[in-house]
């Protein structure tokens, strides 16, 4: 009877098995391809009800490979990454019917000040949509800011009261990644990988360009390093591969030919000295101001200096260092200036509402004077937007919204020192100064680049932004029990 039973299973799953293949077969051969996607819909699903925890990490493993859906169908007038973006609307829904369920989250992590200020960030990005030139673009904005924030920082802080998670969190990533980067940097030998051109696209369609993909290597270094660190001494193997690991990221940073993530990786360093020599809060700030004290008296001869370098990007390593600082004839710089200017007539004509989230790049086109345009130089963002996070949002949400996103920085990096300083055992230490350098990276990044409109940079920020809000929390809570 058992057996009978069984034959009777088995039979009935290689009959669906078989005729699911056949189907498929017919289907594609009449170009219908959303059937094979059926199967992989239905895991989905499953598996959001079954474990929210694991759906996260699965979205979080596909960021790096998701791909636009504009590379797929030309002319739609809404663009999402596949299929992560899809993936985090239904953890939007399943967050508000667990809400309506009564499931709540930490009142520990709603309270804490890095949550308060993205609580007041979000809301003023849905005021700046009411008030926008587009209200569609910008509440289209909105609304993957929202599921950005509540997928990889309002529900990831729950799954990191477990510090094994924030290891399995940025695994996730790096491993899907890793693929990226083979990919790239095989394409790219293709050409050369002294072709510093070829090297600004060999990463689509998984990255738009070599700027956010430079910036993903440098806020993924770190923390590999850290991960490295962690790793037992007896260990052998498994440090070996991590350092091979290590070198092959720190290659692909090299090859991407980004002057903005090398330099954000220095600024890393410099917080990491810092933190390391346990130099005073006091002693940074009358550094700092001293610094700027005397970059401001000599600005007109930095300004002279500046203009005299002719060095425009190259293939070669040392000369694509020097271009960094050409303000007179590196298309790439003098781009950014352009669009920089434009960013702050922007914030001029509109001080307070700004023009609306996501509307940069179909404003600024008239903002931009003739004797500031470049080559490169379009009448839409097509080449990146405002070329940085702080004057995007300055000239789409005023300055409050630039506010919004300045005391979020702040207010982290304050919690990440607190985390490093306070951590009970060497584990945490490591962790928390790796994350944190990881941020840094990118909030030095983001004075040239903006990225966090998509879910490749969102998964990192947002992510190690919630790791270090969660490590506070429960740190601080482990040691009140």
Not at 99 to 123: E, K, M, N, S, W
Not at 177 to 202: E, K, W
């Amino acid at each position: 009877m058992i057996r009978a039973l069984q034959h009777n299973n088995q039979l009935v799953f290689w009959s669906i098995v078989i005729s699911f293949m056949l189907l498929n077969t017919v289907l594609l051969l009449l170009e219908i391809y959303f059937v094979p996607l059926i199967p992989a819909v239905l895991f989905f699903i499953i598996l959001a009800f079954v474990s929210i925890e694991k759906f996260l990490f699965v979205t979080v493993l596909l960021v790096p490979l998701s791909i636009p859906l504009s590379t797929l169908a030309q002319g739609l007038s809404v663009d999402l990454h596949l299929p992560t973006e899809p993936l985090l609307a239904v953890l939007l829904v399943l967050f508000f019917l667990k809400y309506l369920c009564g499931h709540r989250l930490d009142i520990r992590i709603l309270r804490h000040p890095v949550t308060l200020a993205i609580y007041f960030q979000l809301a003023w990005i849905f005021i700046t949509a009411i008030t926008s030139t587009d209200p569609l673009v910008s509440f289209k904005l909105l609304i993957s800011r929202t599921w950005f924030v509540i997928g990889f920082y309002l529900l990831a802080t729950q799954l990191f009261q477990n510090e094994k998670n924030i290891q399995t969190y940025g695994w996730m990533y790096i491993i899907s990644f890793t693929l990226v980067i083979i990919y790239t940097i095989a394409r790219h030998a293709g050409y050369g990988l002294d072709d510093q051109q070829m090297a600004h696209r060999v990463m689509r369609p998984f990255y738009k360009d070599h700027t956010s993909y430079g910036a993903t290597i440098a806020m993924l270094l770190p923390l590999l390093i850290g991960l490295f660190q962690m790793v037992k001494k007896e260990n052998i193997n498994t440090r070996f591969l991590m350092a091979l690991l290590i070198l092959f990221y720190g290659l692909a940073i090299v090859f991407s030919y980004t002057r903005a993530a090398w330099l954000s990786l220095i600024a890393a360093f410099a917080v990491w000295l810092i933190l390391r020599l346990k130099i005073k809060f006091e002693f940074v700030m009358i550094a700092a101001v001293i610094m700027v004290a005397l970059v401001f008296s000599v600005r007109t001869q930095i300004m002279i200096q500046l203009e005299q370098n002719r060095q425009e990007s190259s293939g070669d390593l040392a000369e694509h260092v020097q271009s960094m600082s050409n303000i007179r004839s590196d298309q790439s710089n003098l781009e950014r200036i352009n669009r920089w200017s434009c960013a702050y007539r922007m914030w001029k004509d509109k001080p307070l509402f700004g023009f609306g989230p996501g509307t940069y790049q179909f404003e600024y086109g008239s903002y931009q004077r003739s004797y500031e345009k470049t080559r490169i130089s379009t009448d839409f963002g097509i080449m990146g937007t405002a070329h940085s996070e702080y004057l995007l949002a300055l000239s789409e949400s005023g300055f409050p919204g630039m506010l919004s996103l300045l005391v979020i920085v702040i207010l982290t990096i304050a919690t990440g020192v607190r985390v490093y300083k306070n951590a009970p055992d060497q584990k945490t230490k490591i962790m928390a100064v790796s994350i944190l350098m990881g941020l840094v990276t990118y909030y030095v990044h983001g004075l040239l680049n903006n990225f966090l409109d998509t879910d490749k940079a969102s998964a990192l920020f947002w992510g190690y932004t919630g790791m270090l809000v969660a490590m506070d929390v429960y740190q601080r809570k482990s040691a009140e029990e």
